[in-house]
């Protein structure tokens, strides 16, 4: 195991992984505190766990996020299924000595925290899935962004990996804005701080950094049958959602709720996808106090 400190707010250890491969993760909060798991969006990082330090530490919790492969400093897996997310999450849980953690997931992450609170139901003691994606065979209307960006991954990977490449390009050279709007609503309630918009622009840019085989994988993998057994789940799951998400429409999240025999739904007024991740992952930590 290396440990990379090069930055006091943002530590991270770089475990092996079998095949060669490595894993980066970093942890915020209190190292001493009640673990969970913290899954980024798609694309995403470790960065966006920064986010909730001072709320993990309030909260007394410990808080470990990891890059998933293929995004920042993790090796890229490009034949991974949703299913093998247990593989890697497994390995960070071990690193860090965890024999049980809960999971919070944002967005793209939702998927793969079912994966492991289904395979490894020992090793989770709740599950809360903040503006998750759902199944795309969950009624509902899917945002045409996602679905072009769903059919670009499966049927044009190499392009898609050219356009993330250009947006990427894009978004070190202009404001912040540019990459906030991914995830934000004009009619959502509340603004974005400076603070944030930059943790949202570092996390897009180290998404990206070295390849867009995470991103191309898990939009491939997240546009198919997740092929889950929901009903092996034994830890309780939260569905936090916002009113005013247009990436991913609550009537979706209401759809996929029924599949979900341990699922409760906590509405976030007037939140978009990003405002949701601000205001539910705080609430979401209260319940580890």
Same mark, same amino acid.
Do not use: K
């Given at each position: ?8 707010d ?5 475990i092996s ?8 993760y ?8 009640t673990?969970?798991?913290?899954l980024?969006?798609?694309?995403g990082?470790h960065r966006l766990?920064?986010?909730? %330090? ?12 990891? $890059? ?7 090796t890229?897996w +490009?034949?991974?299924?949703i299913?093998d997310a ?6 960070v ?8 953690a809960?999971l919070?997931?944002f ?8 994966a ?5 139901p020992?090793?989770? +003691? ?5 503006a998750?994606?759902t199944?795309p065979?969950?009624?509902g209307e ?6 072009l960006l ?6 044009a990977?190499?392009?898609?990996g050219g356009?993330?490449?250009?947006q990427?390009?894009l978004a ?21 701080? %400076? ?9 897009f ?8 085989s995470?991103t191309?994988?898990e939009?491939r993998?997240a546009a198919?049958e997740?092929?889950?057994?929901? %009903? ?19 009537a979706?999240?209401?759809a996929?709720? $029924?599949?979900l025999?341990?699922?409760?739904? %906590?509405?976030?007024d ?8 601000l ?8 319940e580890?106090r």
């Amino acid at each position: 195991m290396t440990r990379d400190d090069g930055r006091r707010d943002d530590p991270t250890t770089t475990i092996s992984l079998s095949g060669g491969r490595r894993l980066r993760y970093a942890e915020y909060g209190c190292s001493d505190g009640t673990p969970v798991l913290f899954l980024h969006g798609t694309p995403g990082s470790h960065r966006l766990g920064s986010l909730f %330090e001072t709320a993990a530490r309030e909260r007394g919790v410990r808080l470990l996020a990891p $890059d998933r492969p293929g995004y920042g400093g993790s090796t890229p897996w +490009s034949e991974r299924s949703i299913g093998d997310a247990d593989q890697y999450l497994r390995a960070v849980l071990d690193d860090a000595n965890v024999q049980r953690a809960g999971l919070v997931a944002f967005s793209g992450g939702a998927p793969h925290a079912l994966a492991m609170a289904t395979r490894c139901p020992d090793a989770v +003691s709740r599950v809360d899935l903040v503006a998750g994606a759902t199944p795309p065979d969950v009624s509902g209307e899917t945002p045409a962004t996602q679905r072009l960006l769903g059919g670009l991954a499966t049927r044009a990977p190499t392009l898609l990996g050219g356009l993330l490449r250009g947006q990427a390009w894009l978004a070190e050279r202009l404001d912040p804005s540019f990459v906030v709007a991914q995830y934000t609503a004009g009619d959502a309630d509340e603004s974005v701080s %400076e603070e944030v918009a930059t943790t949202v622009e570092a996390d897009f840019l180290e998404a990206l950094a070295h390849t867009t085989s995470g991103t191309v994988t898990e939009l491939r993998t997240a546009a198919t049958e997740w092929a889950l057994d929901y %009903e092996s789940l034994a830890a309780d799951v939260c569905l936090w959602h916002g009113t005013a998400d247009t990436n991913v429409p609550i009537a979706s999240v209401r759809a996929f709720e $029924d599949r979900l025999p341990t699922a409760t739904i %906590e509405t976030v007024d007037g939140a978009d996808h990003l405002r949701t991740l601000l205001r539910a992952v705080p609430a979401a930590l209260e319940e580890y106090r």
